[in-house]
């Protein structure tokens, strides 16, 4: 008996986008609760308990024309063992090879960045980020766009303590 390969494939195909979709309607996020102006979240990915907190800029300053999403969030997946995961969008495509400056009081920390994004280099200066925020009042990014526009977003930290803690405790760290 012979099978037509293309129909098999295209079965197939949609198969796979069904699963797809089925899979990410059943990773829908839960919110914590808002906490001024931090919101926390817990999602699964991968089955995997995901935690996660953001927060968008209170103020944005620079010469750009237009400007996509902007936010930092802070992530814990203690299936893998990672917490405190550090992520900053720009709403805009970084500079290549350059770095993003974050200043919370006296404090100042180097992520780098890649494409959209920046990250702390390792656990470590995420750990210290985080402590910094739990202390910190505001928080300044300051960035460079592929097109050489410098920015400067200020983000509040009122309500990342709360936030903080749960996530933490939502994801039983």
């Avoid at 200066?125 to 592929?146: N, Y």
Wanted: hydrophobic share 35%; aromatic share 10%; charged share 20%.
């Amino acid at each position: 008996m012979k099978y037509n390969l293309i129909p098999c494939l295209l079965l197939s195909f949609c198969i796979n986008v069904i699963v797809s979709l089925s899979s990410v309607q059943a990773s829908s996020e839960t919110e914590l609760g808002s906490y001024k102006d931090w919101d926390a979240y817990t999602t699964r990915e991968s089955g995997k308990l995901v935690c996660y907190m953001g927060a968008v800029p209170t103020k944005s300053v620079g010469k750009y024309s237009k400007r996509g999403q902007t936010f930092l969030l802070i992530t814990h997946r203690p299936n893998e063992k990672s917490i405190n995961v550090i992520s900053l969008r720009a709403g805009y495509t970084f500079k290549k090879s350059s770095e993003v400056e974050m200043t919370i009081g006296k404090l100042t920390f180097k992520l780098f960045t890649t494409n959209k994004w920046a990250f702390a280099e390792n656990a470590s200066i995420d750990k210290k980020l985080v402590t910094a925020m739990i202390r910190g009042a505001t928080l300044t990014v300051r960035g460079v766009s592929s097109r050489g526009t410098k920015t400067t977003d200020t983000y509040s930290l009122d309500g990342f303590t709360a936030a903080y803690r749960a996530i933490g405790k939502a994801c039983k760290i």
